[in-house]
C-alpha cells in the first residue's frame, strides 16, 4: 500500500523560501500511472490545491501560486519536493503532499500525507 | 477557475439522520466532482469520485448524484463517526479547486 510522509522545516522567515520534501513508500513515483500533487489548508479553512508532477517531469501550477511555486522530483529518492518562494504569512497552513490518481471521469486525490504544518514568522 | 461553492458551512445533526450537503460549481464541472472526509488533525480521505462512484471501503450510507453544475452528497443515517468536516472538489479544468468545506456536528 502507497504512503505518502512530508518532511519540511516546520517554521519559515518572511521573505524566504520554503522547500518541502514528500517521500512515497509502497509503489514507485516513476511507475507513470499518477501525477502527484502538492495541497495546502490554512487553518480553519479549505483546502488549496498549489500543483503537481508527473514522472516524467510535466508540472501544472495553480496560476495564483505559479509565480513563486516549483515542484520537482527524485526519482532515486523516489521523492518529490516543493519549493515556494518569497513566502509571507498568508502561506502559513498545513501542506500536504497527495497522489493525483485518474479515475472513470477526471482526476482524485486517493493517496494523502499526514500533513505537515509550516508556520511564516519571523 | 472554477468556484466550488459548497452549503450549508455547517450543520448540526443527530446520529441517524439523513444529511445532504450540496456543492455548486461555477460553471459545469460534467461528473468530474470528488468528496472527501476530514476528521480533525488528519488528512482528507476520499468518499466518492466521478460524483456518484464509492471508493472501496466506504459504507454505502454515502451516496453522490448529480453532474454539471450541481452535486450532492447524502448520508442516509448519520453515525457517530461521520462526524467530520466534507469537501468537494472538481477536477474538470486546471486548477484543481475545492469547496470550502461543510463541517457535521453533532446534535
Known amino acids: 500500500q502507497v504512503q505518502l510522509q512530508e518532511s519540511g522545516p516546520g517554521l519559515v522567515k518572511p521573505s524566504q523560501t520554503l522547500s518541502l520534501t514528500c517521500t512515497v513508500s509502497g509503489g514507485s513515483i516513476s511507475s507513470g500511472s499518477y501525477y502527484w500533487s502538492w495541497i495546502r489548508q490554512p487553518a480553519g479553512k479549505g483546502l488549496e490545491w498549489i500543483g503537481r508532477?508527473?514522472?516524467?517531469?510535466?508540472?501544472d501550477y495553480n496560476a495564483s501560486l505559479k509565480s513563486r511555486v516549483t515542484i520537482s522530483l527524485d526519482t532515486s529518492k523516489n521523492q518529490f519536493s516543493l519549493t515556494l518562494s518569497s513566502v509571507t504569512a498568508a502561506d502559513t497552513a498545513v501542506y500536504y503532499c497527495?497522489?493525483?490518481?485518474?479515475?472513470?471521469?477526471?482526476?482524485?486525490?486517493?493517496?494523502w500525507g499526514q500533513g505537515t504544518l509550516i508556520t511564516v514568522s519571523s | 477557475d472554477i468556484q466550488m461553492t459548497q452549503s450549508p458551512s455547517s450543520l448540526s445533526a443527530s446520529v441517524g439522520d439523513r444529511v445532504t450537503i450540496t456543492c455548486r460549481a461555477s460553471q459545469s464541472a460534467s461528473n468530474y466532482l470528488n468528496w472527501y472526509q476530514q476528521k480533525p488533525g488528519k488528512a482528507p480521505n476520499l468518499l466518492i469520485s466521478a460524483a456518484s462512484t464509492l471508493q472501496s471501503g466506504v459504507p454505502s450510507r454515502f451516496s453522490g448524484s448529480g453532474s454539471g453544475t450541481d452535486f450532492i452528497l447524502t448520508i442516509s443515517s448519520l453515525q457517530p463517526e461521520d462526524f467530520a468536516t466534507y469537501h468537494c472538489?472538481?477536477?474538470?479544468?486546471?486548477?484543481?479547486?475545492f469547496g470550502q468545506g461543510t463541517k457535521v456536528e453533532i446534535k
Open positions: 508532477i508527473y514522472s516524467t517531469g510535466s508540472t
Open positions: 497527495a497522489r493525483d490518481s485518474h479515475d472513470l471521469a477526471g482526476w482524485d486525490f486517493d493517496c
Open positions: 472538489q472538481q477536477s474538470y479544468s486546471i486548477p484543481w479547486t
